[in-house]
């Protein structure tokens, strides 16, 4: 596990390593010797890992690539912003709390987020038979995370107010044991999770996120990485497009690749492949409005400070 002193200890030694590559040529752009890349327990990345292909795609510059696994948005981003990975995948909402916070990101590509590979998950004997069931009760999910808007989006569906159920912030493991125990009334949740529980606890899906949130994943990388490495960056980008396009025509192949490289049961990661998207593209429009739109509904509950300007963090590449 990566620690916050950890992640300190690497941010200084990223921000030594810079120093030093500024020592060379002014306007050129330094070769890089390591590459860090984090990554969750789903999605294109996890396929692009197990082909190999960012090695194959920088094996004639003699660099080495680092994989660094974590169980959620809100830390991978925390150590994208400390410099302790170059870039990384998350959902809508961990970059709202991350640009609120003054984090050192950029938003570089984006893939679809289908609302079937999220869902708000009751015990089968539950009383709670529909969203407006939800007031007073306790819901379980990762603070700051897709299931964080994906909550607030639901409640506001149901003309619920966020302060009238118990929010309950807790990592996908911590809440996929409370939800066993029955600590919590409900459990909004993502794939591959979603799929372990619906594998392991059988539970009832009170909605999943279709039709509730219209949004996406996105990849990210440090700002200054960004700034430093922009050809580095598109060929990642590059290698993602392909082994995106690759995904949607293999899933089968996904579910095994997913599995070999988190160690979640193939038959969980088949429902996670197959209700997925992977297909990799720019930052839209769109998808900049979406994204605001969270921010400023975030705003308005008090979940972050200040208010943002989402298009701020979005990456222009150089022209070549």
Do not use: C
């Not at 620690?3 to 990223?14: D, E, H, K, P």
């Not at 939800?134 to 990762?142: A, Q």
């Not at 590059?238 to 997913?258: I, K, S």
């Not at 720019?282 to 969270?294: G, S, W």
């Amino acid at each position: 596990m990566i620690t916050r002193r950890g992640f300190s200890l690497l941010a200084i030694a990223a921000l030594a390593g810079s120093a030093l590559a500024s020592l060379g040529t002014a306007g050129a752009e330094e070769p890089l010797k390591e590459l860090r890349l984090g990554y969750q327990k789903n999605g294109v990345l996890v396929v692009a890992r197990q082909q190999e292909r960012i090695e194959k795609r920088f094996a004639d510059q003699g660099m080495t690539v680092k994989w660094v696994e974590f169980a959620s948005g809100p830390p991978l981003l925390e150590a994208l912003s400390l410099g302790a990975i170059d870039f990384g995948p998350t959902g809508d909402a961990p970059p709202i709390f991350a640009q609120a916070a003054n984090a050192k990101l950029v938003y570089v590509a984006s893939y679809p987020a289908p609302g079937t590979g999220s869902a708000i998950l009751v015990k089968q004997d539950s009383p709670i038979k529909t969203i407006e069931d939800l007031k007073g009760k306790t819901i379980g999910f990762t603070k700051g995370s897709s299931a964080n808007n994906f909550v607030v989006q639901t409640l506001k569906k149901a003309g619920i107010g966020y302060d009238q159920i118990k929010p309950a912030y807790l990592s996908p493991a911590d809440g996929g044991a409370a939800f066993v125990k029955g600590a919590i009334d409900a459990w909004a949740i993502w794939d591959p999770f979603y799929a372990i529980a619906e594998r392991t606890q059988h539970p009832r899906v009170l909605t999943t996120a279709e039709g509730i949130v219209n949004s996406a994943s996105y990849f990210f990388a440090n700002r200054d990485f960004a700034a430093e490495h922009p050809a580095a960056v598109k060929a990642i980008i590059e290698e993602l497009t392909a082994a995106g396009a690759w995904a949607e025509e293999n899933r089968d192949q996904v579910a095994a690749a997913l599995s070999a490289a988190t160690g979640v049961d193939i038959e969980a990661q088949k429902l996670t492949a197959a209700r997925g998207s992977f297909k990799v593209g720019p930052i839209t429009p769109q998808q900049i409005a979406n994204q605001q739109q969270i921010a400023d509904t975030f705003y308005e509950l008090k979940l972050i400070p200040r208010k943002i300007t989402v298009k701020d963090a979005v990456w222009v590449p150089p022209q070549s």
